[in-house]
């Protein structure tokens, strides 16, 4: 099943960044396929679920992308993902006020979850104006300060260390220290 479920994601993946319309529509009926066989295999997964789902979501489909979704919520009602894009798939069906609601609860689990206060604000500014919409973007912006304050200091003075290797106005180093990438500890670069 999950076998079948990354091919998917891999042919999802080719379908969005590929430039050529039959090319797409090829990945996408395959990624729809993979998705589907995933399903069958293991007609418990919440994953599988919400994949075909947003599969359907991309193609448009958007019955299709409902019935899935509720399907992928049944199973895990607490996947941040599913309920994102059944709030989406609410507004595709002119269910606003329904979405938001969709979209207030899942806020409760998930308060710092900057995607569903994105979704928030925009449903907020289209039914109640934008006095509400601004309070869900300022609140954003909290969040968002407190998640990535280290990363921001960083950027604020003390990533950037210059200094003159012979006290020379013609050379300098620029060393990035402590760079708050997963994959690197360190990195250095001399001009």
Known sequence: SRAQLFIGIGLQQ??????????????CRQAIEAFEKAVQL???????????ALQH??????PEALAHVKIAL???AEHAPSLQL??????????????LKIVEDALEDFPDNLHLMHIRAHLQ???????????????????W??????????????????????????????????????DSSKTHLTP
Not at 42 to 52: A, I, T, V
Not at 130 to 135: F, H, I, K, P, Q
Not at 161 to 178: A, G
Request: glycine share 2%; aromatic share 12%.
């Open 14 to 27: 080719l379908s969005i960044t590929s430039t050529l319309k039959s090319d797409r529509d090829t990945y």
């Open 42 to 52: 293991d007609p418990n997964d919440h994953l599988s679920e919400y994949y075909l």
């Open 86 to 99: 059944f709030a989406l798939v609410l507004t595709a069906c002119h269910r606003p006020n329904e979405a």
């Open 74 to 76: 049944s199973f895990r």
């Open 145 to 182: 300060k407190d998640l990535f304050e280290s990363q921001t200091q960083l950027f604020n003075g003390s990533l950037y260390e210059f200094h003159d290797d012979r006290h020379s106005e013609t050379k300098s180093v620029v060393q990035y220290s402590q760079v708050s990438d997963k």
């Open 57 to 62: 979501a991309i193609n448009y489909n958007i």
């Open 125 to 143: 500014l289209y039914l109640k104006g934008t006095e509400a919409a601004l309070g869900t973007l300022q609140r954003m912006i909290v969040v």
